[in-house]
Each structure stands twice: as C-alpha cells, then as structure tokens.
C-alpha cells in the first residue's frame, strides 16, 4: 500500500498504517446472518391485485387477435 498525499513520508506512513487497520477491522467483522421474515396475507393480496391490474393494462395495448 502505498500513499503520497502528504508532503512528508512520516506522515505518509502514518497514514497507511491507518488505513491497514481499518480495512483489517472490517474484514474481521462477521456480518450477521438475515432472518426471512413473511409477508403479511394483506400484502400478498394486494401486490396480486396489483399485478393483475398491470396485466391487464398490457394486455389492452395490444392488438387483437383474429383482425387483420
């Protein structure tokens, strides 16, 4: 690693150094696992409805079947 921000290679140092450690704490870190939650009924219904609502949008944009 390497740094050439500052004007004095102490300083430099210094700062890669920090950099090192804080990149070393997050990789130490364990993230924690997600627990699934359920969607509740209403919810369901209601992106169901949704969904129909936009099928149905789509299906009125297109042509015809059986007119030439």
């Not at 050439?4 to 150094?17: C, D, G, L, S, T």
């Not at 997050?26 to 209601?46: D, L």
């Not at 992106?47 to 789509?58: A, E, F, G």
């Amino acid at each position: 690693m390497t740094c050439k921000e500052e004007r004095y290679q102490k300083a430099n140092k210094e700062k890669v150094i920090h950099h090192f450690r804080q990149l070393l704490t997050e990789v130490q870190t364990e993230q924690r696992e997600r627990i699934a939650t359920n969607m509740p009924q209403s919810e369901r219904e209601a992106r169901i409805l949704d969904k129909k609502y936009t099928s149905k949008t789509k299906q009125l944009r297109q042509k015809p079947r059986g007119v030439a």
